[in-house]
């Protein structure tokens, strides 16, 4: 219960669009405000997106207007479309709960470049 795996991740040139899944062992979107983070290379993992089990949003500054996160509680998953990619979105990305609440999945890469 509570298992999380990450998916969708690739390489993209600048500009391009990629659609991140995150699927869960167990009913947990149904009450659980879920969240996606990011790590790139020697950052530490920064949250990108939540979204609340009432389906209200947050997004960071730098992927406003460019991310949008959803779930789709039938199907234990949250989305994350990604439209608008820069270098600098290149990171692993991973799904968990605002409140870190799950151990960690082994996230998917993406790697924007040309």
């Known amino acids: 219960h509570g298992q999380l795996v990450e998916s969708g991740g690739g390489l993209v040139q600048p500009g391009g669009s990629l659609r991140l899944s995150c699927a869960a062992s167990g009913s947990i979107f149904s009450f659980a405000h879920m969240a996606w983070y990011r790590q790139a290379p020697g950052k530490q993992r920064e949250l990108v997106a939540a979204?609340?089990?009432?389906?209200?949003?947050h997004y960071a500054d730098s992927v406003k207007g460019r991310f949008t996160i959803s779930g789709d509680n039938a199907k234990n998953t949250v989305y994350l479309q990604m439209n608008s990619l820069k270098p600098e979105d290149t990171a692993v990305y991973y799904c968990n709960t605002v409140s870190v609440s799950l151990p960690w999945g082994q996230g998917t890469q993406v790697t924007v470049s040309s």
């Open positions: 979204i609340t089990s009432g389906g209200r949003t």
